[in-house]
């Protein structure tokens, strides 16, 4: 059995997913961030740095991994599905599951920052990081017009992108005109197991979390 500590944002609903796709029997615990669950004492001691999502594995000597993308090598790891054994596919998988960890996801979630949350209105940064997002859609889009999934055929790392992109609109980074990258989007979306991990916290939760993040970035 998996635990999976967690929060209706883009990185929880890659864990969510996966958990899902793989089809592995999972608790969820739904971390309150407005209440600042993720820096408590208990949930310290499975991720150090105190961000979401984290899970244990009950059936693995009650192992904690943290890190979304560490979470999602060790769970297709640990099932052997959406990562190739051989050296190559695993390589091209690694690849642009980096390219989100290190791209997609911190630059989006500056231009979501600025964009929404910041207390202050600063015109300069809120370009700098939608522009810096559109540029790596751009890199996206390019990749898959060669393929239709970002590995050659679907795995981790189109987990590790989609709950990023889904939310395009709210980073305020428009999609128009990138043609591959909108119909992976439809593809990924029309999936039952990503339909479901996307409501893993359910959705009254989601907005908890938009409140929260707003009231903190506020202070």
Request: charged share 20%; hydrophobic share 40%; aromatic share 8%.
């Amino acid at each position: 059995m998996i635990e999976l500590y967690t929060a209706a944002t883009p990185n929880g609903h890659k864990i969510s997913i996966a958990l899902e796709e793989l089809a592995l029997p999972y608790t969820v615990h739904h971390l309150n961030l407005g209440e600042l669950d993720q820096k408590k004492p208990e949930f310290l001691a499975l991720n150090p740095n105190g961000r979401i999502p984290a899970i244990v594995d009950r059936s693995n000597d009650d192992l904690a991994v943290f890190e979304s993308g560490a979470i999602l090598v060790y769970l297709a790891e640990k099932t052997g599905r959406l990562m190739p054994r051989d050296l190559k596919g695993r390589t091209l998988v690694m690849q642009w599951l980096m390219f989100q960890m290190s791209g997609v996801g911190p630059m989006q979630g500056q231009s979501n920052v600025f964009t929404r949350y910041f207390p202050e209105h600063i015109p300069s940064a809120i370009k700098r990081y939608q522009d810096e997002t559109r540029r790596l859609y751009q890199v996206l889009d390019t990749r898959l017009a060669e393929a239709a999934y970002l590995a050659g055929e679907y795995s981790i790392a189109d987990i590790a992108t989609y709950p990023w992109v889904k939310i395009h609109q709210w980073s305020g980074v428009s999609i128009d005109g990138l043609q591959h990258l909108n119909s992976w989007m439809q593809r990924i979306g029309q999936r039952p197991a990503v339909q479901k991990g996307l409501l893993i916290p359910p959705r009254a939760e989601a907005a908890a979390a938009v409140n929260a993040a707003k009231s903190m970035l506020g202070k």
